[in-house]
């Protein structure tokens, strides 16, 4: 075995085309490990695997383990130094970005439904409860992680799993809202350190004709660095609203809103050029002009399904001025049903007109436009700015010179501390729904409903309404370019809850999509990166009539489907995913 791999990593390095092919003919499954086949890698064949990736294997521990003196059951020494940098930062989204061990949405790292992980209490990381007496258990946290730096990385870590059957989980910035960039025992692939970013005022994708102005970033890169970028050459990203999720992985595939949507269209409308390692072992180039197929799939077919992206290219827009509203009020029974009136009312003409942003608890709303001038967007946001002094709240409406210097003051500034719980659940709300009298009175109704039992709601206002969209050439549900609203609603449950305390929070998430939030909107879809962890029909609700032929594609290029990920395109269904609990 040993020598076999010598003679690989020296093939490797005379033959990466052939790899594929080699390595799959000269493997032999381990037999009789279907509980675990981690547990049964010699440490030979790890140092082996290490060798052929130039040392780029790591081991992986709980991001906690420093402040606990158990690790799985057995006694270790505290770190007091380690224990305090970590409670220090443990909810900032840019200390866990830099981590394999981290998701934002914490119970991820742990295996739910065997009840075993290593957490902080989030909302008191200080809190001694959370780790006296109490064992940091491994959780869902993989063993192992090769910490990618180039193709071949990939290439071996396919070859890898293929032979030994271990799973394999892809991870990027561990944002996920249904813990797809995890599974129990298996390999981590961690992107995060494919960091290189380029700017092209000329970026012809390979085999095409046409060049567009566009950023080539690593799969690592994120929000922030490439927002930053982009300004320092004048142009502008469409991107998330959070400063660290990655630009080129789950994001990008699963669809990519922005609050720039309604005008530039969302991630997937976007990206020119794909580069990526398909789990048949090659280095493949995807874009409208060759593995057109693929492209297709990887624009909306979601992330961790057709491959590991190392890089994307983006089309990137001229650095214009923006118009953004802050407006806030206090919801009382007596104002409530006028602000959803006036937002409901609204919200065709003012996504047409080219807003988009994002309605927030505890009462108000973020929107930017960068189609009108400020007296323009003044005058479209007339009825909520007197809605506003009506009622004691506030409502600024300013000139940002850039969409960066938006992004510094209400996405950086106002950064949201992650390491929380929070399941999602969400709606696309079409068009159709705002255009009726019925339709109005129908969501209003619901809308004042839910915030009396759930609080105010948290809309994402981000579909490409006003874009200009072809025909066919993405893979997400069709139920986004027909829709208005991406309408969503969460629940939360405490670091050290029961299993029956989080089955009860997805429940509540599961049951109020399908009895409050489908009724609305029968026949739409759902955002497949932040929607139900419990859809029942998700092949439908994220993907419409695309799915088969998703189906087809990943058959293509994962033909021993090595790739596996919850409620993903071909998924092996939930028995591969024991730590989901089943509600
Ligand atoms: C605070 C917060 C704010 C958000 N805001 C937005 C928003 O404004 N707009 C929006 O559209 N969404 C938003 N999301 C949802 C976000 O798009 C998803 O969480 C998405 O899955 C993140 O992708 P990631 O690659 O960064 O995360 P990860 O959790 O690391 O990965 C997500 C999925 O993609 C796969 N993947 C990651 N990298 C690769 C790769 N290189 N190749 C192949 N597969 C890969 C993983 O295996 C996993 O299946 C937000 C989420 C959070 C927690
Ligand atoms: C892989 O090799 C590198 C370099 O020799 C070493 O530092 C690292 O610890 C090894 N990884 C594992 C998991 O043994
Ligand atoms: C992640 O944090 C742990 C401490 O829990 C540390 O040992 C490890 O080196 C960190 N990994 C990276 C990649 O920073
Ligand atoms: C730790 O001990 C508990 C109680 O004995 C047991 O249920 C659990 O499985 C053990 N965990 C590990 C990782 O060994
Ligand atoms: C919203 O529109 C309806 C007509 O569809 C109208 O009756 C109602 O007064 C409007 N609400 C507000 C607050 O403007
Ligand atoms: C209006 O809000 C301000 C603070 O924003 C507060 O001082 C004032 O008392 C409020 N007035 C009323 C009538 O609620
Ligand atoms: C939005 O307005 C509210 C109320 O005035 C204010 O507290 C908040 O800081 C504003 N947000 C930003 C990013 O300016
Ligand atoms: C939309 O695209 C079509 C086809 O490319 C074009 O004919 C039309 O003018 C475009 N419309 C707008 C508003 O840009
Ligand atoms: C969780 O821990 C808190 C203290 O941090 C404790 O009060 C609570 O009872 C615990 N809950 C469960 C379900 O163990």
Redesign the pocket.
């Known amino acids: 075995m040993a020598k076999l791999s010598a003679v690989n990593l020296a093939l490797r390095l005379v033959l990466p085309c052939f790899l594929g092919s080699f390595f799959i003919l000269a493997i032999t499954p381990i037999a009789g490990s279907s509980r675990s086949p981690l547990s049964a890698i010699t440490p030979d064949a790890?140092?082996s695997l290490?060798a052929s990736i130039g040392?780029?294997?790591?081991?992986a521990t709980p991001f906690a383990l420093p402040c606990f003196a158990k690790y799985n059951n057995v006694t270790v020494p505290v770190d007091e130094v380690a224990c305090k940098t970590i409670q220090d930062h443990y909810t900032s989204p840019s200390s866990r970005v830099e981590n394999f061990s981290t998701n934002m949405l914490v119970q991820y790292e742990t295996c739910m439904a065997q009840h075993t992980g290593c957490l902080l209490d989030y909302t008191n990381p200080q809190n001694p409860l959370a780790t006296d007496g109490v064992s940091c258990d491994q959780g869902q946290i993989s063993p192992?992680y090769v910490d990618i730096r180039a193709p071949s990385d990939i290439q071996a870590a396919f070859q890898f799993a293929e032979k030994t059957s271990v799973p394999l989980s892809i991870k990027n910035t561990g944002h996920d809202y249904m813990g797809r960039s995890r599974q129990l025992n298996s390999l981590g692939l961690w992107t995060h350190n494919l960091q290189t970013m380029s700017y092209h005022a000329q970026f012809t994708p390979e085999h095409c004709k046409t060049s567009h102005r566009a950023i080539t970033v690593g799969a690592g890169v994120t929000f922030e660095q490439v927002y930053k970028f982009a300004d320092d050459n004048d142009v502008m990203f469409i991107g998330g609203y959070a400063s660290t999720i990655g630009a080129s992985g789950g994001w990008l595939m699963g669809g990519g809103h922005s609050v720039l949507s309604p005008v530039y269209g969302l991630g997937v409308d976007r990206v020119l050029e794909i580069k990526i390692v398909t789990p048949d072992g090659k280095f493949r180039t995807a874009n409208a002009c060759q593995n057109s197929d693929l492209f297709w799939a990887l624009r909306g077919g979601g992330g961790g399904t057709f491959g590991v992206v190392v890089e994307s290219t983006h089309l990137v827009e001229p650095r214009i001025p923006l118009q953004a509203i802050n407006m806030t009020f206090t919801p009382t029974a007596d104002n409530l049903q006028e602000f959803f009136e006036i937002l409901v009312n609204n919200s065709a003409s003012w996504g047409g007109a080219g807003w988009g942003g994002h309605v927030l608890p505890p009462g108000g709303l973020v929107y930017v436009n960068p189609r009108l001038s400020l007296d323009e967007a003044k005058q479209s946001m007339a009825q909520l700015s007197t809605f506003s002094q009506n009622y004691n709240g506030t409502a600024e409406i300013q000139t940002f010179a850039s969409w960066y210097a938006f992004f510094t003051k209400f996405i950086m500034e106002g950064t949201i501390a992650s390491a929380n719980t929070g399941p999602l659940g969400s709606r696309l709300l079409p068009q159709t729904l705002f255009e009726s009298e019925s339709g109005r009175t129908q969501l209003v109704a619901h809308l004042v409903k839910r915030t009396s039992e759930l609080g105010f709601p948290y809309t994402p206002v981000v579909t490409p309404i006003a874009y200009n969209y072809t025909e066919g050439a993405t893979s997400l549900t069709p139920a986004w370019r027909t829709g208005l609203w991406h309408y969503s609603t969460k629940a939360t449950f405490s670091y050290n809850s029961s299993v029956e305390q989080i089955r009860a929070a997805y429940s509540t998430v599961h049951n109020f999509v399908r009895d409050e939030l489908t009724p609305l909107a029968p026949d739409s879809g759902a955002y497949l990166n932040e929607g139900d962890v419990y859809e029942s029909d998700h092949e439908y609700t994220y993907w419409g009539p695309n799915y088969e032929r998703l189906a087809a594609i990943k058959a293509k290029y994962d033909p021993h489907r090595l790739l596996d990920c919850w409620k993903c395109v071909g998924w092996k269904g939930p028995a591969e995913h024991p730590c989901y609990i089943t509600l």
């Open positions: 790890w140092t290490n040392g780029r294997l790591r081991r192992y």
